[in-house]
């Protein structure tokens, strides 16, 4: 099992900037993939970015050039940086981490965008 703790959503105008953290309870080394999940109201649940242990990241198309996923190794944190924010990027997001077996999920941190 792996406690992730979010923080840093709030509220901001389009086109400013965001960063998000999530903070693990044991070595991010030590767990499979970590990713930063979204959910808006009346919407499915979306997988935004992710990172594996080896450091290979992934985005999803619509945050492509204006968010970007890292880490810090020594902190067992996951950052999610979110530029030029639109009111779309309007959610609930989740961190999540994957590990040999399981699946573990923070508890969200709200990032509204207005326009």
């Known amino acids: 099992q792996v406690q992730l703790v979010e923080s840093g959503g709030g509220l901001v105008q389009a086109g400013a900037s965001l960063r998000l953290s999530c903070a693990a309870s044991?070595?991010?080394?030590?767990?499979?993939?970590m990713h930063w999940y979204r959910q808006a109201p009346g919407k499915q649940r979306e997988l935004v970015a992710g990172i594996t242990s080896g450091g290979s990241t992934n985005y999803a198309d619509s945050v492509k050039g204006r968010f970007t996923i890292s880490r810090d190794s020594a902190k067992n944190t996951v950052y999610l940086q979110m530029g030029s924010l639109k009111p779309e990027d309007t959610a609930v997001y989740y961190c999540?981490?994957?590990?040999?077996?399981?699946?573990?999920w923070g508890q969200g941190t709200q990032v509204t965008v207005s326009s």
């Open positions: 999540r981490a994957v590990t040999s077996d399981s699946v573990n």
């Open positions: 044991r070595s991010i080394f030590s767990i499979y993939a």
